[in-house]
């Protein structure tokens, strides 16, 4: 299914997809669901809601379509499970992640890790206003590279947003110095071993 100038293009490559929307608050989930369901005709089905963990799984092992709305959490073992199960290798999935910058991360034992170990085969694409880049937690890592970027300028310019401004300022401290000798033993025990910088 391919959207192209307000039509949907059933693209015989995909052979009748599952598309997983996924997000990670309850309200977010319900709001997309109620603008989803809204729009069944168009949609050509009935959009479904996981209302539970094991209800994900039975609508995941479906063998082909459906339009799925959940959360991330439900991507998450069973207290008598060691890892989350496989549910589908189908290729045919697509699971569209809001909000991708919370959540998402750590491939060791994160919800990233749990949804690829439940759907091998799928593509995962991702929406996120604030993508992070940091060792243990960087959104390109577990979504790939960006296909679009739409920033604040391009926001702006197009009147979606009205410009923001930001206008630095430094606190100044001080600090007593008949204090000071109080303080130093503490900073020095809570940063022996550090470097000087």
Same mark, same amino acid.
């Given at each position: 299914?391919? +959207?192209?100038?307000g039509r949907i293009v059933l693209h015989p490559a995909m052979q009748n997809p599952t598309l997983v929307i996924l997000t990670d608050r309850n309200d977010?989930? /319900?709001?997309? +669901?109620? !603008?989803?369901?809204?729009c069944k005709d168009l949609l050509? &089905? #009935?959009? #479904? &809601?996981?209302?539970?963990? !094991?209800h994900l799984r039975d609508l995941l092992r479906t063998r082909s379509g459906g339009?799925?709305?959940?959360t991330v959490h439900k991507f998450f073992p069973g207290a008598d499970e060691a890892a989350f199960p496989l549910l589908s290798d189908r290729r045919n999935i697509v699971v569209i992640a809001d909000e991708a910058h919370r959540s998402q991360y750590d491939f060791i034992d994160g919800f990233a890790r749990h949804m690829r170990d439940a759907l091998p085969n799928a593509a995962f694409i991702a929406f996120t206003g604030t993508p992070i880049a940091l060792a243990d937690r960087n959104t390109? !890592? $577990?979504?790939g590279d960006y296909i679009s970027i739409y920033d604040i300028q391009q926001a702006v310019h197009d009147g979606a947003t009205v410009p923001i401004y930001y206008e630095g300022r430094l606190a100044k401290l001080a600090l007593d110095e008949t204090e000071r000798p109080k $303080?130093?033993? /503490? +900073? /020095?025990e809570a940063t022996e071993g550090e470097e000087i910088e």
């Open positions: 299914m391919v +959207f192209y100038a977010l989930d /319900d709001q997309l +669901f109620g !603008a989803f369901s809204r050509r &089905q #009935e959009p #479904e &809601q996981a209302l539970s963990r !094991a339009v799925i709305f959940t390109r !890592a $577990v979504f $303080v130093d033993p /503490d +900073f /020095d």
